[in-house]
């Protein structure tokens, strides 16, 4: 008796078949999932499903405040783009997983980004006047209607964050995942069996999964600028594409201040670039287009 098991293996037929790729005239490149910056969306086009993407920066760049900016843009279907102006868009669905903060730090990040107020004022509760209190509100109201779901106990294992992302991803349809600190998950794994654990979640759940990690190695080059040698070589290996994170003015203050470089050194489906025009509001805890940042 034959077996009735599906083979594996596809003819290059069966997968343009199975994928139902159809020629399309297009204004521009397929994207994946947006990252809402539009320089970094036009130099690695997107957050493809199944891959992983490493966000890399030396201590006290950004790197946590690049990934729950990413979440967040997707998540909040209504965001204060420019208060009291909004900007409606397509939500989707994400699992922001954090080994590095407090489910109250990420609380005031993601109110600090949505109102446009300072991080510190948040914390103390120093409004000046009735439109801070406003703002905030309107802020608040936005966040707890998006599809953001957020998973920040003191240590969780790879297992653990698979199982919550199955989950999420049967039930409640998300799309994207985020994990802050892969470095200090209780997993007991090595950075190359973590990396390539998340990798392997990306491909079983077919969605994008982003991860920040340090830079070990210490640059010799002018402004410490980075390369894909300073990160560890086995997230380096396992990473479908690897963003930089790079600012000059956390060297020298007067070097383009509150510019940031987000340097794609490496990416399956693009070619190694620079994002343009990106800048970083560390009040705040942001990223935005330049030409959106005022």
């Known amino acids: 008796m034959g077996s009735t098991e599906q083979s594996p293996v596809l003819t290059m037929a069966e997968l343009l078949a199975s994928s139902g790729y159809e020629p399309v005239r297009s204004s521009g490149s397929r994207l994946g999932i947006p990252t809402g910056l539009k320089g970094l969306d036009a130099a690695m086009g997107g957050l493809e499903p199944g891959t992983l993407t490493v966000l890399a920066s030396r201590p006290g760049l950004g790197r946590s405040s690049l990934l729950q900016s990413i979440c967040q843009w997707n998540a909040s279907g209504t965001?204060?783009?420019?208060?009291?102006?909004?900007?409606?868009?397509e939500v989707?669905?994400?699992?922001f997983a954090?080994?590095?903060q407090s489910p109250e730090q990420i609380m005031v990040r993601a109110l600090s980004?949505?109102?446009r107020m300072a991080r510190d004022?948040?914390?103390t509760g120093e409004f000046v006047d009735d439109e801070d209190i406003r703002r905030l509100k309107r802020a608040q109201s936005l966040l707890e209607a998006a599809p953001l779901y957020v998973l920040a106990p003191a240590v969780f294992t790879d297992g653990q964050l698979a199982e919550h992302a199955r989950r999420l991803v049967g039930g409640h349809q998300v799309q994207l995942v985020g994990v802050d600190g892969l470095e200090a998950m209780g997993s007991g794994l090595s950075l190359g069996q973590a990396a390539r654990a998340l990798k392997t979640l990306a491909r079983e759940l077919a969605a994008p999964v982003i991860v920040t990690a340090p830079l070990w190695a210490m640059s010799r080059r002018p402004l410490w600028r980075p390369a894909l040698e300073d990160l560890h070589?086995?997230?380096a290996f396992a990473a479908d594409t690897v963003v930089?994170?790079?600012r000059e003015d956390a060297y020298d203050r007067t070097a383009r201040p509150m510019e940031a470089d987000l340097m794609v050194a490496k990416a399956r489906s693009a070619r190694p670039a620079i994002a343009a025009d990106i800048a970083f509001q560390p009040h705040y805890a942001r990223f935005t287009d330049i030409v959106a940042a005022a």
């Open 233 to 235: 070589d086995e997230f």
């Open 244 to 246: 930089l994170v790079h």
């Open 121 to 123: 004022r948040i914390r």
């Open 79 to 89: 965001f204060l783009s420019g208060f009291p102006k909004v900007e409606e868009r």
């Open 98 to 100: 954090s080994a590095e």
């Open 113 to 115: 980004a949505a109102a």
């Open 92 to 95: 989707v669905p994400v699992l």
